[in-house]
């Protein structure tokens, strides 16, 4: 991960003393379902994560976009904000943050089926917390997955993973080569490039906004599906195949 350096600026306060918070966008009563929004970091930094960084602004986007499309549908949208900027090595900071954010979802609405959405460190995060038994599919935009990172999690899971091959802050080939180990655990994985794009997901908005509803669309109506019973049709994720 080439974007996310260590913080140069690291803050004096107590780390211990910091606290996750959950920011929910409900659904117009209670909620059948959640999606969990995870955003970037920093590859090392123990500043506090504040709503005005960039990596936290940069999914509010695709948070109200998804509240547009689920609040009527029964889908609440929720986001973590972490303690701190970073990944933070064996810490894992935003890992636990994630967990924290699981059980409160949990606590608050029960045993309702969760997708995550995670751009860069936090489709790393996505893809380390989607053993959650409430978790259905995790999609990761642009992620960061090292070569190395544990496919253990997606176990069981649907996952969508998008990147620009013109990505240079996280890696395009690696995350292709975690596609490939964590393929055969899932009960569907999809890959899909986007040609000449890069990490910020500047351009082509449009695609990277309508790829992320439709995945969750997908997931949670094959989710009712096996809940009822009954078949569903080829899901738009399982067509995402070819570089766009």
């Given amino acids: 991960m080439t974007a996310d350096q260590p913080s140069a600026d690291q803050p004096s306060a107590d780390v211990s003393q910091l606290q996750p918070q959950l920011l929910e966008r409900p659904a117009s009563g209670q909620p059948a379902a959640v999606v969990l929004v995870l955003y970037g970091g920093k590859a090392t930094s123990l500043e506090p994560s504040r709503p005005w960084h960039l990596s936290a602004a940069r999914m509010v986007p695709f948070a109200r976009m998804l509240h547009g499309w689920g609040r009527d549908r029964g889908v609440a949208v929720c986001t973590v904000r972490y303690r701190v900027r970073g990944w933070n090595g064996p810490q894992l900071s ?10 409160e979802i949990r606590r608050e609405h029960g045993d309702v089926p969760v997708v995550l959405v995670g751009h ?8 380390r917390v989607a053993d959650a038994p409430m978790v259905i599919a995790t999609i990761g935009l ?3 997955l090292p070569r190395g990172e544990p496919v253990d999690a997606v176990r069981g899971r649907r996952v969508l993973v998008v990147h620009g091959t013109a990505d240079r802050w996280t890696s395009p080939a690696e995350s292709l080569l975690w596609c490939e180990r964590a393929r055969p655990l899932t009960t569907g994985m999809r890959r899909l490039e986007v040609f000449g794009v890069g990490h910020f997901m500047l351009r ?5 906004n309508s790829v992320t509803c439709l995945f969750v669309q997908d997931a949670l109506a094959d989710r009712t599906a096996q809940l009822v019973g009954t078949k569903t049709h080829q899901t738009v994720a399982d067509q995402l195949r070819l570089n766009v």
């Avoid at 935003?94 to 059980?103: F, G």
């Avoid at 082509?204 to 990277?208: A, D, E, K, T």
Wanted: net charge positive.
């Fill in 94 to 103: 935003p890992v636990h943050d994630a967990r924290w954010a699981l059980d």
């Fill in 120 to 127: 860069s460190m936090g489709g790393r995060t996505a893809m």
């Fill in 204 to 208: 082509r908005v449009r695609l990277w």
């Fill in 142 to 144: 642009a992620p960061w």
